[in-house]
Structure formats: structure tokens, C-alpha cells
């Protein structure tokens, strides 16, 4: 079975700020780690991903994560949040034969001016 | 190259009618997917799907039925609609060939039960 938690329902941080939104995972199988964003009213679109390979990822916008597997975590980091990072943010976890795609309770990140 | 799309946009129906939620992708995606989004809860799995002929249950599969008759479409079926499968369903699709991209979304499918 997998599962995902994600650490902190609300970040709030100041434009300019490190952005760090925490997510561990739990998986039997080799994982596959997403970070999806959702903007308000809108469908999610694929921020970044971890499969293979280099455990530092980058994705769009600025944002990147490290997969960490003595950890069991995936946090996703920007150096310096815009007004435009506000969203709510879903870390993910699938793998296996069926590649089921499951969603951790998302993290709303507010950017103060 | 429409990616996933779903219909209805917006649906209200009253407790206890039946309808289908349509998803239709054309990117040839051997897995298929349908989640609910309510407040606090994330998105969560009902029904999933690994080729055409074969579905299996996700975290949250009561009150919903699927079928997979074709690659392309994956409908979701709500028989007796309840007040509590009021909900945002969102598909997705992805597929394993020539790497690994993760799952594409559709735009979702807003569903009030009154």
C-alpha cells in the first residue's frame, strides 16, 4: 500500500521567502514522487517529478525537490516565493504493476507582500 | 492533441438520479483514473484503470461504477447520486512508454446533488 502526508494544511510566507512544503511518503514498491499544483478554480498541472536517477529535482517555475529515501520524503523547496506561488500544492506517490497515482491532503501556501 | 477531456463541466442533480461523468483522452494512455476533490481531503481515488478491460477499485469506489471498453474512454457512473458524492471528479490519464511522465489531468467536472 502507499500513502502520503504532507506536513501543514497552511504555509504562509513572505514574498521573497524560502518556500519549503514538507511531504513524506510510504510506499512497498520502488516509488515514483510527484508535486502537483493547483491553482484556485483550475485543474493541477505537474510541477515536478522524481522516477529515477539524480534524487535533486527541478521543475517549473523555480521549484525543485530531493528525494530522500533513508527519509522517506520529498519536500518541495523554491528559494524565493513570488505573489504568483500562491496555490494549493499535492505531493503524490505511485509505482508498481497498477501505478495507482495517490494524493497526500494538500498544503495551501499564501505569499504575504 | 486534446489531451484529457471531461464532461460535463458543471452538473447539479437531485438525490437519487443516475448519470455518467464522461473522460476521454487521445494520447493512447494505457492507465486511466478517476478522483474526487472535497476541501481538506485531497484527491482521492475512486476507480482506476490499467488498459481497456480491466478496472479496479481506489480508496473511495462506493456509489460510483466504471467500465473501460476502449483505450480512449473511461466513464464513471453514478446510479443513485447522494448529497455526499457532491465533489469536484477530476481524470487522469498517463502512460509508461518512452519514459515516464505522470499523470495528466483533465479540467474536472463540478457536481452539486441536491
Known amino acids: 500500500a502507499q500513502s502520503v502526508t504532507q506536513l501543514g494544511s497552511h504555509v504562509s510566507v513572505s514574498e521573497g521567502a524560502l518556500v519549503l512544503l514538507r511531504c513524506n511518503y510510504s510506499?512497498?514498491?520502488?516509488?515514483?514522487l510527484f508535486w502537483y499544483v493547483q491553482y484556485p478554480n483550475q485543474g493541477l498541472q505537474l510541477l515536478l517529478k522524481?522516477?529515477?536517477?539524480?534524487?535533486l529535482v527541478k521543475g517549473i517555475n523555480g521549484f525543485e525537490a530531493e528525494f530522500k529515501k533513508s527519509e522517506t520524503s520529498f519536500h518541495l523547496t523554491k528559494p524565493s516565493a513570488h505573489m504568483s506561488d500562491a496555490a494549493e500544492y499535492f505531493c503524490?506517490?505511485?509505482?508498481?504493476?497498477?501505478?495507482?497515482?495517490?494524493f497526500g491532503t494538500g498544503t495551501l501556501l499564501a505569499v504575504q507582500p | 492533441n486534446a489531451g484529457v477531456t471531461q464532461t460535463p463541466k458543471f452538473q447539479v442533480l437531485k438525490t437519487g438520479q443516475s448519470m455518467t461523468l464522461q473522460c476521454a483522452q487521445d494520447m493512447n494512455h494505457e492507465y486511466m483514473s478517476w478522483y474526487r476533490q472535497d476541501p481538506g481531503m485531497g484527491l482521492r481515488l475512486i476507480h482506476y484503470?490499467?488498459?481497456?478491460?480491466?478496472?479496479d477499485q481506489g480508496e473511495v469506489p462506493n456509489g460510483y461504477n466504471v467500465s473501460r471498453s476502449t483505450t480512449e474512454d473511461f466513464p464513471l457512473r453514478l446510479l443513485s447520486a447522494a448529497p455526499s458524492q457532491t465533489s469536484v471528479y477530476f481524470c487522469a490519464s498517463c502512460s509508461r512508454d518512452r519514459g515516464f511522465y505522470g499523470y495528466t489531468f483533465g479540467s474536472g467536472t463540478r457536481l452539486t446533488v441536491v
Open positions: 484503470s490499467v488498459g481497456a478491460g480491466i478496472t
Open positions: 510506499s512497498s514498491v520502488p516509488p515514483y
Open positions: 522524481y522516477t529515477t536517477g539524480a534524487t
Open positions: 503524490a506517490v505511485s509505482g508498481g504493476a497498477t501505478n495507482k497515482l495517490i
